[in-house]
C-alpha cells in the first residue's frame, strides 16, 4: 500500500504546538481543530471580542495582465466566474464562484481587484485548501494569451474576527479602522508589508491579514500579545460560518449545485445576470427567471439532538425530500442549527419537516439564516 | 466498590448488585464540549456492547456502549439540560445510567483503573 502523503504544514504550525492545539489533518494539512480551552469557549469569545484564525491553508495567487489593464484581466476572470469583476473598485473585493460548464460549482472564491499603484491588471485570489491545485488548473487551462496565473505559496493567511477586531488591528495599523466591509488595502505592521481586507467567513466584522510566510508567526504572535484576542481553531470556525448561513465547499456546495439552488444570487451581479458569458450561464439564468427546482434553506431542529451532514430530510408525512448538508450545535443559537436543499415548494420560513437522526424522524422547521445576525461593517 | 473500563472508555463502578455508567475523563477530553446526551429509556434490556446512549460534541456524535449486560434501571437526566457536566465532573455528576447487573462475572473482562490508565497511556 502506498505511503499516505505527509501532511503540509502552514508558516503558523510551530505556534499551534506551542499553543497545545489538538492538531488534525484537513485538506492534506495539519491544522488546529481546537485549542486547550475548546470549541465552545473559543466560538464564544469570537462573537465577543476577537478571535485569530490561522487560514495560510487556502490558496492565494495573483491574476496578471501583461499589458496592465484591468479590463484584460477582468474579463479573463469573467469568463470562469459569474461576478461583475469589470466593475470592481481598486481594492474592492467579491465573493464569486468558480463553474462548470453545466453550472455546478467547482470552488468558491474571493477575488480582489490589487488597489497598490504600479499594480494596475492584477487580481488577487483566495480559493478553498482542498480545491486549489485542481482550481489552479483549470484556471491555467483557460485563460487566454496575456493572462496568467501566480501562486503564491510563499505567503500567509490569518483572519482576526469578532466586534474588539476594529480596535486591536486598530492598534498596530490605524488606517485599517476606517476600511469598509470587502474592501483592502495594504499596510506594514512593524517591519512586515500585510495585505489586510475587511471580510472573513464568521458573520462577525473582522479583518483577512496576507503577509509573507516569514513574518507570519511575529504578527501572529503580536495580535495574540492583545488580552482581546485569543487562538481559535478549524472547530469553532465552521461552527462560526454555519450559524453565520455560509456555505462551506464540499459540503454545502459543490459540483452538483448551482449557485442559484444555494442562495447565492446575491453574488451575482445585475450586469452578469443580464448579459451572462460565464460557464453554465444558461442554466442560471433559467434558474433565475424560473426558480430553482430546490434550494438551500436553513433548519432549525425542534430539540436539543443535532441533525448532521447526511441526515435525511422528509416531510412530517416521511415522504424524502432531501439532506443536510451541514448541522451540529450552534453556541450562540445555544442549540441545534442545519442547513440543507429541499424542493422550492418546502422552503416557506416555518415549513414543518423531519430529520432522520439515528432512525429517528425529529420535527424540525425551515428557518431563516443566517442563525446568528451578521456583524458586518458596511 | 469496584470500577471498571472498557476499551471504548466507558467506566463502570459497581454498588451492590447495580453499576453507574459514565465515560472516562480520557474520553470527554477528547470528545471536547458535550452538547448533547440522548439516554435510554429505564426498564430497557441491554446486552454487553449494546449502543446505550449517543454523547455529541460540537464536531461530532459518539456512541456509549454497555460495559455489561443489564437492564436500565435510573438514567441521568440531567444531561438533557446541562451536557456540559460530562466534561466538567464525568466520574461523578457526569454520570449516564444505572445498570442492574445480569451477570456479574462479566466484569472480569473489563479493565481495573490501573490496566484502564495503562491502556489509556498506549494510545495517547
Not at chain 1, 510551530?14 to 488534525?24: D, F, I, K, Q
Not at chain 1, 462551506?248 to 452578469?272: C, F, M, N
Not at chain 2, 441521568?76 to 461523578?92: K, Q, R
Request: glycine content about 10%; charged content about 25%.
Amino acid at each position: 500500500m502506498a505511503e499516505p502523503a505527509p501532511l503540509l504544514q502552514t508558516p503558523l504550525h510551530a505556534e499551534h504546538v506551542t499553543l497545545g492545539a489538538r492538531m488534525v489533518p484537513f485538506a492534506g494539512y495539519d491544522m488546529p481543530v481546537q485549542y486547550p480551552t475548546g470549541i465552545l469557549t473559543e466560538h464564544t469569545w469570537t462573537r465577543e471580542h476577537a478571535g485569530l484564525f490561522d487560514v495560510s491553508h487556502m490558496g492565494q495567487a495573483f491574476l496578471v495582465a501583461e499589458d496592465k489593464s484591468h479590463e484584460t484581466v477582468a474579463r479573463a476572470l469573467e469568463a470562469l466566474i459569474p461576478a461583475d469583476v469589470l466593475n470592481l473598485k481598486p481594492n474592492q473585493q467579491r465573493y464569486s464562484q468558480l463553474l462548470a460548464d453545466d453550472g455546478g460549482i467547482l470552488d468558491d472564491l474571493m477575488v480582489t481587484r490589487v488597489g497598490a499603484p504600479g499594480h494596475e491588471g492584477r487580481l488577487y485570489l483566495v480559493v478553498n485548501a482542498s480545491m486549489k491545485e485542481a482550481d489552479y488548473a483549470h484556471i491555467q487551462a483557460r485563460l487566454p494569451d496575456g493572462v496568467s496565473l501566480d501562486r503564491k505559496d510563499d505567503l500567509a493567511l490569518m483572519a482576526l474576527q469578532g466586534p474588539s477586531a476594529e480596535a486591536v488591528l486598530g492598534k498596530l495599523a490605524p488606517e485599517t479602522a476606517g476600511l469598509p466591509f470587502m474592501m483592502s488595502t495594504d499596510v506594514r505592521i512593524g517591519d512586515s508589508q500585510c495585505h489586510v481586507s475587511r471580510s472573513g467567513y464568521t458573520g462577525e466584522d473582522g479583518y483577512e491579514i496576507s503577509c509573507r510566510a516569514e513574518d507570519a508567526a511575529k504578527l501572529w504572535n503580536r495580535l495574540l500579545a492583545d488580552p482581546e484576542v485569543k487562538p481559535i481553531g478549524l472547530g469553532a470556525r465552521d461552527s462560526l460560518r454555519l450559524e453565520a448561513g455560509l456555505c462551506l465547499y464540499g459540503h454545502d456546495i459543490d459540483t452538483t449545485t448551482s449557485p442559484i439552488e444555494a442562495g447565492l444570487i446575491w453574488s451575482i451581479q445585475k450586469r452578469r445576470r443580464e448579459e451572462g458569458g460565464f460557464p453554465g450561464a444558461g442554466r442560471i439564468q433559467r434558474e433565475i427567471k424560473e426558480g430553482p427546482a430546490r434550494v438551500r434553506v436553513g433548519i432549525r431542529p425542534e430539540g436539543r439532538a443535532p441533525a448532521r451532514e447526511g441526515a435525511i430530510i422528509t416531510t412530517p408525512e416521511g415522504r424524502e425530500v432531501g439532506i443536510v448538508t451541514s448541522g451540529g450545535f450552534g453556541p450562540t443559537v445555544n442549540g441545534p442549527v442545519a442547513m440543507g436543499y429541499v424542493s422550492k415548494d418546502l422552503s416557506a420560513l416555518g415549513t414543518d419537516l423531519h430529520l432522520v437522526v439515528r432512525g429517528k424522524p425529529l420535527p424540525a422547521k425551515v428557518a431563516a439564516m443566517p442563525f446568528a445576525p451578521h456583524r458586518y461593517k458596511r | 466498590m469496584t470500577t471498571r473500563y472498557t476499551k471504548d472508555h466507558e467506566y463502570i463502578r459497581v454498588e451492590g448488585d447495580a453499576g453507574i455508567v459514565g465515560i472516562s475523563d480520557y474520553a470527554q477530553s477528547q470528545l471536547g464540549d458535550v452538547v448533547f446526551v440522548e439516554l435510554p429509556s429505564v426498564g430497557k434490556t441491554l446486552s454487553k456492547g449494546d449502543e446505550a446512549a449517543v454523547v455529541e460534541s460540537v464536531k461530532a456524535a459518539s456512541e456509549v456502549y454497555a460495559p455489561v449486560s443489564g437492564e436500565v434501571v435510573e438514567v441521568n437526566s440531567e444531561l438533557e439540560a446541562s451536557p456540559g457536566t460530562v466534561n466538567e465532573d464525568p466520574a461523578g455528576r457526569g454520570w449516564f445510567m444505572k445498570i442492574r447487573l445480569a451477570n456479574a462475572s462479566e466484569l472480569d473482562g473489563l479493565m481495573t483503573e490501573e490496566q484502564y490508565q495503562e491502556f489509556v497511556k498506549s494510545i495517547s
